[in-house]
């Protein structure tokens, strides 16, 4: 039977060859970690490495993610569909071990990780949608939802501001089955860290609301697994564990030092490291005692087996929550879904009275959720500017986690990492508001939303300088071309209350991906929609309006500037001129759509284009071409009222007028 200390060996000498092998990666946090992972991995996580995807097993994510090769050979040793020739891969395009964890690409990889801090968001994100669904779910005898979330992080994830962000909130809220195991190794790139990172942080952690288990020698099993225990004790703190460890533990030469952080050791090293060690194997050869040690695949099938009877029982008892929990793990939309996104396009297209989108966005989100009980909702700290509080809404609480709405606080970054670990969880739909202009705080987890697919909704109102008053510090211009350039986004910006359903029910049925909906703090004067709009508008562009058969001018406008494209082209239909207006709600939406549905609304013979929307106007150039105009916002915004920011911009209908004239010549 082999040892523990063998058991982490195996971690260390994987992680030392792959990165040898491609001459790149981190092989210092792995054989520093080996230790912490091979307890938790043997002795506490509940996990079917046959099924990934199991429900109830117990998340582990890998925060410091330059650490992924402790990832990937925790994953291979213990029985994932994860073969050695991905670990001598490691790196390589198209491989399953890429040089950060990927969700969706490597069995067993919770969350996509990289950029420090995420990880431990993504984390109480997952923690929250544990706690949610099993006060929803759980009865008195039948505990199906009942698992832990474990989270390896370095000092480089404390040091990121996330980490304040999301640890204050889960301390706030009592996440007791929030497990993070801290690699307290006093290193990062650029050395000893004591220079940079003098923090007491396991006193800054008690100061969160959090169990903190000090000093714990990071190379002792039994350390470790009386520290875990203490963890799983708790009931109404989340737990952080510091753990003392030496960074490339087992590198004669180069442990404890930063060399060893981010570059291969050498061949020379590697040989020295087997010795010390004691590992007398070649690369990548693992010891059939050794890997029957950490085979895993019949103790994960014999956990998720119980779980599976014990639903059962659960099911004979509740059939229907049982039914409906079922639902909403497979993602699946209630059955009477499509016929109440009609009845919701059909009322809002009869709209007759201007109201801002970010009010309209709370009547589709109340429609919504009576519709959809998954829907999750909350606000960093702008609820009712948001109007992100719908009514029905239940606000999470410490001991109360039974609700469908987080008050994050003023915490934007922090909001949409914990978002998407609430979308990786599963069982529940988040969305979460702030002011499109502080998307910029939150960007990076935008961009980790898009690049795992996860359908996170993003509610960001007061777009453009219709915001007014508060002036360029609040005024967004840039932030919605910007937001359009990150693969994978859906950026809607609907003029009315009509294309505001459509934005919401849109981002709902989406399975491949995040949405974020920029929305007016000002009223916006409805558009007439007859019944072909329904579904023209759905496909994120379509002509509004015409006049005359075969239009002269095109005019593209979304959001606020869409009733001001009516007034300039109605204003040029009565001196006879033949003008088309597109609304264009959700380009990226508009560009996915065929070639002919696209030439239908904007033909490549009508050369003559006028693209109107109160940010940057570059985006605007692709669709208008060399012949068009565009009429945009190319600085920042000023402070004054909004009526009078438009003018100075140039958005009257007056002003306008003159450049598409000066267009149709």
Request: net charge negative.
């Amino acid at each position: 039977m082999p040892t523990r200390f063998e058991l982490a060996n195996a971690i260390r000498a994987l992680a030392m060859d792959a990165v040898q092998k491609a001459n790149s990666g981190h092989p210092g946090m792995p054989m520093g970690m080996a230790d912490i992972a091979e307890v938790l991995w043997n002795d506490f996580l509940s996990h079917n490495p046959a099924n990934p995807a199991w429900v109830n097993r117990d998340r582990f994510v890998v925060s410091n993610g330059h650490g992924s090769m402790l990832l990937y050979s925790l994953l291979n040793l213990s029985g994932y569909d994860l073969p050695m020739q991905e670990l001598q891969n490691f790196r390589q395009m198209h491989s399953k071990t890429p040089g950060h964890p990927e969700y969706g690409m490597t069995p067993g990889v919770e969350t996509t990780t990289g950029p420090l801090g995420q990880g431990l968001g993504n984390a109480v994100g997952m923690a929250i949608a544990e706690a949610a669904l099993a006060s929803r779910f759980n009865r008195d005898g039948h505990r199906i939802v009942d698992h832990y979330t474990y989270v390896f992080v370095g000092d480089g994830c404390l040091m990121e501001g996330i980490s304040h962000e999301a640890c204050s909130l889960a301390g706030t809220l009592g996440l007791n089955k929030l497990v993070v195991l801290y690699d307290d190794n006093n290193i990062s790139i650029d050395g000893e860290v004591d220079g940079w990172f003098g923090d007491d942080t396991p006193a800054r952690f008690e100061a969160y609301g959090w169990q903190v288990v000090r000093n714990v020698d990071g190379h002792n099993a039994a350390e470790i697994k009386t520290a875990i225990e203490t963890a799983k004790a708790s009931t109404d703190k989340p737990t952080l564990i510091c753990c003392k460890t030496v960074i490339g533990f087992g590198s004669p030469n180069l442990q404890g030092k930063e060399k060893c952080h981010g570059a291969p050791l050498g061949d020379a090293e590697i040989a020295l490291a087997r010795e010390k060690l004691g590992w007398p194997y070649g690369p990548f050869e693992i010891p059939a005692e050794i890997r029957a040690g950490w085979d895993a695949r019949n103790a994960g099938q014999a956990r998720e087996q119980a779980w599976t009877q014990a639903f059962d029982a659960y099911a004979a008892a509740y059939p229907q929550d049982a039914a409906e929990f079922k639902r909403r793990l497979r993602s699946e939309l209630p059955g009477d879904w499509s016929a109440a996104v009609e009845a919701l396009l059909a009322e809002t297209a009869k709209a007759d009275k201007p109201v801002a989108t970010r009010k309209s966005s709370k009547a589709a989100i109340e429609a919504i959720a009576a519709q959809l009980p998954e829907l999750f909702g909350g606000s960093a700290d702008l609820g009712e500017s948001n109007c992100t509080d719908f009514k029905g809404h239940k606000s999470l609480r410490h001991g109360a986690l039974d609700g469908n709405y987080v008050n994050y606080g003023v915490r934007e970054f922090g909001m949409s990492a914990i978002m998407n670990g609430v979308a990786l969880h599963g069982g529940l739909i988040p969305f979460g508001g702030t002011f499109l202009v502080f998307s910029d705080y939150a960007r990076n987890a935008l961009r980790m939303a898009a690049l795992m697919k996860l359908r996170s909704i993003f509610v960001l109102t007061h777009d453009s300088i219709g915001l007014g008053e508060d002036g360029p510090t609040h005024q967004a211009v840039e932030h919605v071309s910007s937001l359009r350039l990150i693969p994978n986004m859906r950026l809607w910006r609907p003029a009315d209350a009509f294309e505001t359903a459509v934005a919401w029910t849109s981002a709902i049925e989406r399975r491949d991906g995040p949405s974020a909906l920029a929305l007016s703090r000002q009223n916006l004067q409805p558009q007439e929609h007859p019944q072909s709009h329904l579904q023209d508008a759905r496909r994120g562009g379509y002509v509004l309006w015409q006049s005359g058969d075969v239009p002269e001018l095109a005019i593209i406008a979304t959001g606020s500037e869409v009733q001001l494209a009516m007034e300039v082209a109605k204003a040029l239909a009565a001196e006879g001129r033949a003008v088309r207006v597109v609304s264009m709600p959700c380009a990226e939406q508009f560009m996915a759509q065929d070639a002919a549905y696209r030439d239908a609304v904007l033909p490549p013979a009508l050369r003559k284009r006028l693209a109107i929307e109160a940010g940057v106007s570059l985006y605007w150039r692709a669709f208008v071409g060399l012949d068009g105009d565009v009429v945009g916002v190319d600085s920042f915004g000023e402070s004054a009222p909004a009526s009078a920011v438009f003018k100075h911009f140039g958005f009257t209908c007056d002003q306008i007028l003159v450049r598409a004239k000066r267009l149709l010549g």
